[in-house]
């Protein structure tokens, strides 16, 4: 089993910052790409950003330019910083991990979420 535990969620206003962090535990050998879904009120979730274990990353077209993803493989650990933030970035934010790239076959495990609320 794979224990994630985010944290960074808050208020802020238009133009903030924020920094998300995720750190997983357990059974991690296997993990190789991590990752940001988000959902707001009545939307479907959607992948913010993913990493690979190898360092590669892909964002959906809405962040780019405004966010970053990043892992230390040491401390077992994803971030997301968040910059220029917006009202509609607004949503909870899950940790995703994955067996394989979860951008391409999906998630396997999921963390509880943490909610952001960007005000204008």
């Known amino acids: 089993q794979v224990q994630l535990a985010e944290s960074g969620g808050g208020l802020v206003q238009s133009g903030g910052s924020l920094r998300l962090s995720c750190a997983a535990s357990?059974?991690?050998?296997?993990?190789?790409?991590m990752g940001w879904y988000r959902q707001a009120p009545g939307k479907q979730r959607e992948l913010v950003a993913g990493?690979?274990?190898?360092?590669?990353?892909t964002y959906t077209d809405a962040v780019k330019g405004r966010f970053t993803i990043s892992r230390d493989n040491a401390k077992n650990t994803l971030y997301l910083q968040m910059n220029s933030l917006k009202p509609e970035d607004t949503a909870v934010y899950y940790c995703?991990?994955?067996?394989?790239?979860?951008?391409?076959?999906?998630?396997?495990?999921w963390g509880k979420g943490t909610l952001v609320t960007v005000s204008s």
């Open positions: 357990g059974s991690i050998l296997s993990i190789n790409s």
């Open positions: 995703a991990l994955g067996r394989h790239a979860i951008w391409l076959y999906g998630v396997d495990y």
């Open positions: 990493i690979s274990l190898g360092g590669t990353t």
